[in-house]
């Protein structure tokens, strides 16, 4: 009757039933398993239910969970509970291929230009790895793909896209605050012993890897709940593209930027340098930049003493820094090392997922040259192919989510001609879930033409 449909009356008490025999089902397995093994049929069935009942919500949180998952999963084998890596698997991967289909057969999906380059690029590395490479290997570095394609699948209305910015933006400013805990209070002693208990690769000689210091810098770089400050760098650019897109709260941007600072990797300082001026040229809001540009510069002046940067940024800028030498040398001797092997020589012997310092072989610490070295030119062009179609795609959408999309893609594109980003699957979600976002919305004709100009005006004279 007026359009609506009856739920039936047995519904409720089924439930209830459902409910109370898994309760009980539980409670007997407890007797003769692990009381963990026994909740897990439960856990798994309320994480289906919630992801096939609330699938927007379901996605929302598994990519608030992201940047705190490391942290999470490790302090959990620290204490030694049981079963953490199945649960970090169900707290991502299984979850992400869930929504993906749910999403797909919710909303459909019609394949286009960057879909097509993407595919073509992970085709060949996979013929690739199967002829003598290693499918962890490939798993690690095209991690990026299932955000990528759940972003492709998702359809988002006005407020929940800008929830979901607002809430990354304000996640990682939390995690800026409390990482200065471990700066400043808690020094470097509790990182390396979790990772020294936990045999991650994160140590050198009983101490932190190089990453977590600097020619110079005598001090700790911030990663807070990541996995490392390159990561969290990475994570800091991407929330400060997401707040100039969607936030006009000096505050939350003060907290990020702060963070960004006391990563000290100049990857991710470069990629947000090239990111925010751009958008601020496209979104009309030059005046907004360089008063922002202004205080941005002030606070990394006075960060100068506080975090002891005078030595660190006088052998980066006379060339004396053995990292910036190890990345130039690094970028020139993997491209002559691709044309040397246009074919590849497969991912296992190079990739950090499977190697380690230690290992004998050659490392590249650069994406682009690293993937036409491990799978060939031919992976590394279409990877690059993917990466231009899609930012002409979303370049073309006149509003906020198409904009955060250039932004992310030309500060990710920065950050991995240095380093190796998409390694992190934590941070390749939160950098190609947007991206796929957008250009479904460009698809779909949402926010595009005045409609997008309109929305832009205002945020500019907000």
């Known amino acids: 009757m007026n359009g609506q449909v009856l739920e ?36 798994a069935g309320v994480l289906l239910w919630a992801i096939f009942r609330h699938p927007t919500a379901a996605l929302g949180a598994v990519l608030a969970f992201m940047p705190f998952d490391f942290m999470a999963i490790a302090l959990g084998k620290f204490f030694g509970l049981p079963h953490m890596t199945l649960v970090s698997v169900c707290s991502k991967e299984v979850p992400l291929l869930l929504l993906m289909a749910l999403l797909w057969r919710r909303n459909g999906f019609k394949p286009t230009a960057p879909d097509w380059w993407l595919l ?7 013929v690739r790895t199967l002829l003598d490479g290693s499918l962890v290997a490939l798993w ?13 699948m998702a359809v988002l209305t006005q407020a929940q896209e800008h929830l979901w910015a ?44 190089a990453s977590f210091h600097g020619q110079g810098f005598t001090g700790l770089r911030e ?78 002046v006075a960060s100068i003493p506080v975090l002891g940067l005078s ?13 910036a030498e190890y990345h130039q040398e690094g970028i020139v001797n993997g491209l002559k090392y691709a044309a040397d092997h246009p074919f590849g020589v497969s991912n296992a012997n190079l990739s950090p997922a499977t190697t380690t310092r230690d290992s004998k072989g050659t490392f590249f610490e650069t994406t682009y040259p690293y993937f036409a070295a491990a799978y060939g030119a031919a992976v590394a062009l279409s990877f690059v192919g993917f990466l231009l179609r899609a930012l002409r795609f979303v370049w073309r959408k006149q509003g906020r989510l198409g904009f955060a999309a250039v932004g992310i893609l030309v500060g990710i594109g ?20 947007p991206v796929g976002l957008a250009i479904r919305s460009c698809l779909n004709g949402s926010n595009s033409g005045e409609g997008g100009r309109r929305e832009v005006s205002e945020v500019g004279a907000a």
């Open 223 to 300: 990663a807070a709940t990541m996995v490392g400050p390159n990561s969290f760098g990475a994570l800091c650019m991407i929330a400060l593209i997401l707040w100039w897109v969607y936030c006009r709260n000096p505050l939350p941007a003060g907290m990020v930027a702060t963070g960004l600072i006391c990563s000290v990797t100049r990857a991710d300082w470069l990629g947000t340098a090239a990111a925010i001026p751009l958008l601020a040229v496209i979104m009309g809001q030059r005046k907004r930049f360089f008063l922002y540009a202004t205080l941005a510069l002030a606070m990394f």
């Open 414 to 433: 920065v950050v991995m001609i240095f380093t190796l980003p998409l390694t992190d699957r934590r941070l390749a979600s939160w950098a190609f879930f």
């Open 166 to 209: 607002r809430c990354a933006v304000w996640i990682v400013a939390v995690l800026s605050m409390l990482g200065l805990l471990e700066v400043f209070v808690f020094g470097e002693g509790p990182r390396t012993l979790l990772y020294l208990v936990l045999d991650t690769g994160g140590t050198e000689d009983g101490v932190l890897i």
């Open 8 to 43: 039936n009356p047995m519904m409720s008490p089924f439930r209830a039933s459902c409910v109370v025999f898994v309760l009980i089902l539980a409670a007997a397995l407890s007797i003769f398993v692990s009381p963990v093994l026994a909740l897990a049929p439960l856990v």
């Open 311 to 323: 030595d660190y940024l006088f052998f980066a800028k006379t060339g004396e820094d053995p990292s």
């Open 140 to 152: 690690t570095d095209f991690s990026f793909v299932v955000p990528y394609f759940v972003g492709r």
């Open 120 to 126: 073509g690029c992970l085709l060949l590395a996979c």
